[in-house]
């Protein structure tokens, strides 16, 4: 079974000021995803930022960018420019392809969570 | 409105009743989820529903009782709940196709359940 562990339960940033945020799983796959989502106090999931893991190109979106170290199986996240709104719950995520031909679904296994606090 | 959407999003029961929590999705997606979120807890994967029919379910107690109608509507039925069962429960859908968009899962708000 795939594991999803961060190691920091809690991270404080200063307002523009570059945080990272770490991930490692553990699995004996060679095809799968993996996702940064945040979790705000409102409690809604928002996707950050996903990673296909053939591909070698490190995925960023605008201040979001992850260190993807397949050997390694990790994968952190960079946020960059950090503002006041990015303060929420980042949970990592690791998705395997579950069912075959032209429907697929995906079991997704999140780690435990890092609390990150920006300060102004 | 667009997106997943979930009713109600705070509930209280008592031990004997019976509830249920609905999800609806607007995305045109084939796949949807139920997840549990417990405090100090990873997110738990509950069911899952492929082209409306239950394709994994992850060890759930019978006291939750999903259901899938059609492929924009997932219910979770709940009777004689525990009050370990209070969580937040998120509902989650996906495209359900190969490729790279069908590998990401939209989350609704989720539905907070006290059991008391």
């Known amino acids: 079974a795939q594991t999803v562990t961060q190691s920091q339960p809690e991270m404080s940033v200063q307002e523009a000021e570059t945080v990272t945020l770490s991930c490692t799983y553990d699995?004996?796959?060679?095809?799968?995803?993996l996702f940064w989502y945040k979790q705000p106090p409102s409690r809604q999931m928002i996707l950050v930022i996903r990673?296909?893991?053939?591909?070698?190109q490190n995925a960023t979106e605008n201040r979001f960018s992850v260190n993807f170290q397949k050997a390694a199986k990790s994968f952190s996240l960079k946020i960059s420019d950090s503002q006041l709104g990015d303060a929420a719950m980042y949970f990592c995520?690791?998705?395997?392809?579950?069912?075959?031909?032209?429907?697929?679904?995906?079991?997704?296994?999140f780690g435990q969570g890092t609390i990150l606090t920006v300060h102004p | 409105e667009t997106g997943v959407t979930q009713t109600p999003r705070h509930l209280v029961m008592g031990m004997t009743n019976k509830k249920s929590l609905k999800c609806e999705q607007h995305?045109?997606?084939?796949?949807m989820y139920w997840y549990k979120q417990s405090a100090k807890k990873p997110l738990e994967l509950m069911f899952v529903?492929?082209?409306?029919?239950?394709?994994e379910n992850n060890s759930v107690p019978s006291r939750f009782s999903p259901e899938c109608p059609n492929s924009s509507h997932l219910f979770l039925h709940l009777h004689t709940l525990q009050p370990e069962d209070s969580a937040l429960y998120l509902c989650?859908?996906?495209?359900?196709?190969?490729?790279?968009?069908?590998?990401?899962?939209?989350f609704g708000p989720g539905t907070r359940l006290l059991v008391l």
């Open positions: 989650a859908s996906s495209p359900g196709t190969s490729g790279g968009l069908g590998e990401t899962q939209y």
């Open positions: 699995t004996s796959e060679s095809d799968y995803y």
């Open positions: 990673q296909e893991a053939y591909k070698q």
């Open positions: 995520a690791y998705r395997s392809r579950l069912g075959t031909g032209g429907t697929s679904y995906g079991k997704l296994t």
């Open positions: 995305l045109g997606h084939n796949a």
């Open positions: 529903y492929s082209l409306e029919e239950r394709v």
